[in-house]
């Protein structure tokens, strides 16, 4: 087999900006694969010196390495700049802290091309290698595969022709994206995608689902209808408090809170594929404690979110 029949007609496209030795991990595993993709872009808007000497030095002994050094880039904007200057015919997404599995991308392109597909979505689970990140993952995504841009491949022509660019937002531009295009197709891929970017810090984890949750507050469309639920949920409890006297008004919040702890530490881990049993003696306690500041920390961008959404402002 010639060298040429080892590299596929794809661009992985990856933003950079507040990069760790987990890029350089994932850019090493595209290398060392038997089948290459055609391009490895690397769109770097941070200030890591190292990241940047690295990527430097290896773009001019690769020639699939391609390092680009942008201005401060939200990642959407930073995948247009990829998208814009790619040479493949296929394109697909990949942020730091994700890995995809052995054979993961002659798998996956040999799918695209049998079944001739425009969008091949990625579907990625989440990792834990500690307790703390184990009750983290619990409380969120627990241990189901889901839908997500890391992984996607598209055809660029697909893509152009649509109109398939990224909004300009630091977070929540992945899910408004699936969703314009999941309304043309939505072919989902069975090859998984490993991530692992839950951090051990808690106060880390909830600036950060803060900080994008307030990011999200500019996208002028709820496409998960987060906002909406958080703001009806914000009004639901107004209204009692308002309209209901002291003894209502406790078994008004007893229930709900009841009804709420019931969901969240055991239904919703549950029907996520945890374990039951991984739920005892005490892990529920922790899972429902994470969930209830993981919702304090997002509701202030939801809430904002969906005034902005409303009034289209």
């Given at each position: 087999?010639?060298?040429?029949?080892?590299?596929?007609?794809?661009?992985?496209?990856?933003?950079?900006?507040?990069?760790?030795?987990?890029?350089?991990?994932?850019?090493?595993?595209?290398?060392?694969?038997?089948?290459?993709?055609?391009?490895?872009?690397?769109?770097?808007?941070?200030?890591?010196?190292h990241?940047?000497?690295y990527?430097e030095?290896?773009?001019?002994?690769?020639?699939?390495?391609?390092?680009?050094?942008?201005?401060?880039?939200?990642?959407?904007?930073?995948?247009n700049?990829?998208?814009?200057?790619?040479?493949?015919?296929?394109?697909?997404?990949?942020?730091?802290?994700?890995?995809?599995?052995?054979?993961?991308?002659?798998?996956?392109?040999?799918?695209?091309?049998?079944?001739?597909?425009?969008?091949?979505?990625?579907?990625?689970?989440?990792?834990?290698?500690?307790?703390?990140?184990?009750?983290?993952?619990?409380?969120?995504?627990?241990?189901?595969?889901?839908?997500?841009?890391?992984?996607?491949?598209?055809?660029?022509?697909?893509?152009?022709?649509?109109?398939?660019?990224?909004?300009?937002?630091?977070?929540?531009e992945?899910?408004?994206?699936?969703?314009?295009?999941?309304?043309?197709t939505?072919?989902?891929n069975?090859?998984?995608?490993?991530?692992?970017?839950?951090?051990?810090?808690?106060i880390?984890?909830?600036?950060?689902?803060?900080?994008?949750?307030?990011?999200?507050?500019?996208?002028?469309?709820?496409?998960?209808?987060?906002?909406k639920?958080?703001?009806?949920?914000?009004?639901?409890?107004?209204?009692?408090?308002?309209?209901?006297?002291?003894?209502?008004?406790?078994?008004?919040f007893?229930?709900?809170?009841?009804i709420?702890?019931?969901?969240?530490?055991?239904?919703?881990?549950?029907?996520?594929?945890?374990?039951?049993?991984?739920?005892?003696?005490?892990?529920?306690?922790?899972?429902?404690?994470?969930?209830?500041?993981?919702?304090?920390?997002?509701?202030?961008?939801?809430?904002?979110?969906?005034?902005?959404t409303?009034?289209?402002?």
């Open positions: 087999m010639n060298k040429s029949e080892n590299i596929l007609n794809l661009s992985v496209i990856i933003p950079i900006f507040d990069a760790t030795d987990s890029i350089k991990l994932l850019v090493s595993f595209f290398l060392s694969q038997r089948f290459k993709p055609k391009e490895i872009i690397l769109l770097d808007s941070g200030s890591n010196i990241i940047t000497k990527f030095t290896l773009s001019k002994s690769s020639e699939i390495v391609i390092y680009k050094k942008i201005n401060f880039s939200h990642p959407g904007t930073a995948r700049i990829g998208i814009n200057i790619s040479k493949s015919d296929y394109l697909t997404f990949f942020d730091i802290n994700t890995l995809p599995r052995v054979n993961w991308l002659k798998k996956s392109f040999d799918i695209v091309k049998k079944d001739n597909l425009s969008v091949l979505f990625g579907k990625r689970i989440t990792l834990d290698n500690s307790f703390i990140k184990k009750i983290i993952k619990y409380s969120t995504y627990g241990n189901s595969s889901y839908v997500s841009l890391t992984g996607t491949i598209i055809l660029k022509s697909f893509l152009i022709n649509n109109n398939f660019f990224f909004i300009n937002t630091r977070a929540g992945d899910i408004e994206w699936i969703k314009r295009v999941k309304a043309k939505n072919h989902i069975t090859e998984i995608i490993l991530y692992n970017g839950l951090s051990n810090n808690i880390f984890n909830l600036k950060k689902w803060f900080i994008y949750s307030m990011s999200y507050s500019k996208v002028l469309k709820d496409v998960n209808h987060q906002k639920i958080y703001f009806f949920a914000m009004i639901y409890s107004l209204l009692a408090i308002f309209f209901l006297e002291n003894y209502y008004l406790f078994l008004f007893s229930l709900n809170f009841l709420y702890l019931i969901y969240f530490a055991f239904v919703r881990p549950v029907y996520s594929k945890v374990n039951f049993k991984d739920l005892f003696p005490f892990n529920w306690i922790l899972i429902f404690f994470i969930r209830i500041l993981f919702d304090i920390s997002k509701t202030p961008g939801l809430l904002i979110g969906y005034i902005r409303l009034f289209k402002i």
